[in-house]
């Protein structure tokens, strides 16, 4: 059966894929596991190069990933994902710099465990960017500068960032990304970026950022969407709102959560976490024909939408490329089985993958 999917697969690498139905309109991009930047399995490289123009590491450029201990950096990783993309012919796009998660806790303490100072912050921070963006000059596209600086309520969230820089980390970072590679577009990601105080809190910021003559390119709206949220309408408004801060708009993380919610929550936190339970994994043998029915009728729903709006879209990325791999499998409940991306388990398109060809070829 293995051999059999991988015969088809590979002998259908010169074949139409999702990039060539949508590559006029915008970059069409996946996000990467360190696994599938190995080449080890041709099946995945195959889909991968078939459907996408465009890639960003799901999480080996992440600031735990790249300088686990102060002054040490692991490149190993990041090389590889890079070269894999040009290798390819492919964007590449670099994910993160300054986050509040999956970065290290030396950053903000002293020599001896105290709180970092402003300065040695400041200093860690202008070393990271500077080392991260410039290994990587001219190579990488464009880079999340800052990820999810606020909560949903437009507050800024409560970071170690903020709480020892002030709001103007995040001046500090973009101006750091623009020294280290003034060529390299900036771009400012988040998730539940149709939530009308994020939105507005967002536009602020990139407002205030630009008066200070500081580069933002795209604004990155995650997309980690439901089947009932965000609503059309928000998610349009968004779209209208950020473009007419004169940025891109980028639709950086983009999948579908189809499994049920423990409480009422839509986003992408990813300190949430609930306890296992069989009534909350309900498709662990597959999805029911309804469901799967709404889940495409939803994804056609979002890329009408991009189609709609390319000229202020100008990249989509999936979060992962085929449901095995994905993050949701395990957020906010390990273990459970999910459906939230275009390709299965075993690497095969799903059905919607065609319609969605079709969309944008009418
Ligand atoms: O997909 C990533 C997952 O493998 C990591 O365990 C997780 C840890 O924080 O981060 C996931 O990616 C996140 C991305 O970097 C930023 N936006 C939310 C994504 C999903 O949590």
Redesign the pocket.
């Known amino acids: 059966m293995i051999a059999v999917l991988l015969w088809l697969s590979v002998s259908n690498a010169s074949a139409q894929g999702l990039k060539d139905a949508l590559g006029e309109s915008f970059l069409v991009g996946a996000?990467l596991s360190v696994e599938q930047t190995t080449g080890h399995d041709s099946l995945v490289t195959a889909t991968i190069t078939q459907h996408f123009n465009c890639i960003v590491a799901?999480?080996c450029m992440?600031p735990e990933a790249l300088q686990p201990q102060e002054g040490q950096f692991k490149w190993r990783k990041a090389d590889r994902f890079v070269k894999f993309g040009e290798e390819h012919g492919m964007t590449v796009i670099g994910?993160?710099l300054v986050w509040h998660?999956?970065t290290p806790d030396w950053f903000f303490k002293d020599s001896v465990g105290n709180t970092a100072s402003k300065e040695l912050l400041t200093q860690r921070m202008r070393t990271h960017i500077h080392t991260v963006v410039g290994r990587y000059k001219g190579r990488i596209k464009g880079w999340d500068v800052v990820?999810?600086a606020f909560e949903d309520d437009g507050s800024y969230r409560q970071s170690q960032w903020y709480q020892i820089l002030g709001p103007e980390y995040i001046e500090l970072a973009y101006r750091f990304a623009h020294e280290a590679d003034p060529a390299a577009e900036l771009y400012y990601n988040d998730?539940s970026m149709s939530v009308p105080a994020k939105r507005e809190a967002v536009c602020r910021l990139v407002r205030q950022l630009k008066e200070k003559g500081l580069r933002v390119d795209a604004i990155g709206m995650?997309s980690?969407n439901g089947l009932t949220w965000p609503s059309n309408e928000d998610y349009e408004a968004s779209i209208e709102a950020y473009a007419a801060l004169g940025c891109q708009v980028m639709i950086t993380?983009l999948d579908m959560n189809v499994l049920p919610n423990p409480e009422s929550f839509s986003g992408?936190e990813?300190s949430l976490s609930f306890d296992y339970s069989e009534k909350m994994d309900p498709y662990k043998n597959g999805l029911p024909a309804d469901v799967e029915q709404r889940i495409n009728e939803r994804w056609i729903e979002f890329f009408d939408l991009y189609k709609r709006h390319s000229h202020q879209i100008s990249r989509v990325t999936l979060?992962g490329v085929s449901d095995a791999q994905s993050?949701m499998n395990d957020?906010p409940i390990t273990g459970r089985t999910a459906y939230p991306l275009l390709f299965d388990r075993h690497y095969q398109p799903k059905p919607v993958v065609d319609d969605i060809m079709k969309l944008f070829k009418k």
């Open positions: 996000a799901e999480n992440k994910h993160v998660a999956q990820n999810e998730f995650q980690h993380e992408a990813v979060w993050w957020w």
